[in-house]
C-alpha cells in the first residue's frame, strides 16, 4: 500500500518560484507529478525512476522544473522556477509501486498552483 500527500501549492506571480512536496510510504517503481488545468486533459509533468534515478521532463517545463526525491524523508519534490500563467493547474503526485510498471496505481489529493500575469 502507497500513500502519497503533497503540499506547497499556493499562488505566485508570473517569474515566481514554489516547491511542491509529496510525502510517500511504500516502495514505488517510478514516482510522476501531473498536472490539469481546468477544461484540460491530464499532463505528466515530470517522473522519477527509482530503480535507475532517471527522470522524464515534459518539453514545457524542462528546464525550469526539477524534480528529486530524497530518500531519508521519504519525499519527492517539484522545484519550479520561472512559473507561467500558463503552469496554473491542480497538480498530483502519483506513484506505481509494480515493478517495471509506470501506470501510476497510486494518487494523492493534490495542491493547487495558481501564477498570475
Known amino acids: 500500500q502507497v500513500q502519497l500527500v503533497e503540499s506547497g501549492g499556493g499562488s505566485v506571480q508570473a517569474g515566481g518560484s514554489l516547491r511542491l512536496s509529496c510525502a510517500t510510504s511504500?516502495?514505488?517503481?517510478?514516482i510522476s507529478w501531473f498536472r490539469q488545468a481546468p477544461g484540460k486533459e491530464r499532463q505528466e509533468v515530470a517522473t522519477?525512476?527509482?530503480?535507475?534515478?532517471?527522470?522524464y521532463y515534459a518539453a514545457s517545463v524542462k528546464g525550469r522544473f526539477t524534480i528529486s526525491r530524497d530518500n531519508a524523508k521519504n519525499t519527492l519534490y517539484l522545484q519550479m522556477n520561472s512559473l507561467k500563467p500558463e503552469d496554473t493547474a491542480m497538480y498530483y503526485c502519483a506513484a506505481d509501486s509494480r515493478r517495471g510498471s509506470c501506470a501510476f496505481n497510486y494518487w494523492g489529493q493534490g495542491t493547487q498552483v495558481t501564477v498570475s500575469p
Open positions: 511504500g516502495y514505488t517503481y517510478c
Open positions: 522519477f525512476y527509482t530503480g535507475t534515478g532517471g527522470t
